[in-house]
């Protein structure tokens, strides 16, 4: 795939994607893991962390544009531990 990345071939890239997609679906299967169950706790959880960041920037009267990247990684970890 890095071949692909390397010379910015996109159809091949969303191909080599899809393989890895495919094969991670099925690993999960195997595992007797549900991945459409697993990938909707994933986007609840990336939602309410998101949410708690876009809180902390209100709170300081900020924008996310306006904060760096550091002051989001504080406030996305602290958002992890809730």
Do not use: C
């Not at 495919?22 to 299967?29: C, D, E, G, K, T």
């Not at 920037?57 to 406030?75: G, I, R």
């Amino acid at each position: 795939m890095q071949e692909e990345v390397n010379a910015g071939n996109k159809d091949k890239l969303e191909a080599e994607f899809g393989d890895v997609l495919f094969s991670i679906v099925n690993y999960a299967r195997f595992l007797d893991i549900n991945p459409e169950n697993a990938l909707e706790r994933t986007n609840k959880k990336f939602i309410k962390r998101f949410q708690y960041l876009e809180g902390k920037a209100k709170e300081h009267k900020k924008t996310l544009k306006e904060m760096s990247l550091a002051e989001m990684d504080v406030y996305w970890e602290e958002a992890k531990k809730i």
